[in-house]
């Protein structure tokens, strides 16, 4: 495997890592909004619980599967000849 193909596989996982470590903590953070809230009521509670997942979540979890897409693209080109057929038919 050329050292550029490593790179790039490896640059693309370590992105992915790191949007992980971000979900993770806006995770943990929505835990702490929770007990916070239940600490005011049923209402609080609720109403803190229901807002969640906020837009960072949908922005981290939408980066996650975009990298996923770039990485597996970039195997195609990196590796064509290993890479299986393209399905449907499509006119290249």
């Known amino acids: ?5 490593l790179a790039r596989i490896d640059q693309l996982l370590q992105i992915q890592q790191q949007h992980h470590l971000d979900l993770a903590a806006l995770v943990e953070e929505y835990r ?19 807002i969640m997942p906020g837009g960072r979540y949908h922005v981290l979890t939408t980066h996650l599967r975009e990298t996923w897409l770039v990485l ?21």
């Open 1 to 5: 495997m050329s050292d550029e193909a």
């Open 72 to 92: 597996q693209a970039d195997l195609v080109q990196l590796f064509p000849d290993l890479a299986p057929p393209r399905k449907g038919g499509a006119a290249d």
């Open 32 to 50: 702490r909004m929770v007990f916070a809230a239940d600490d005011e009521g049923a209402e609080a509670l609720f109403k803190t619980a229901s």
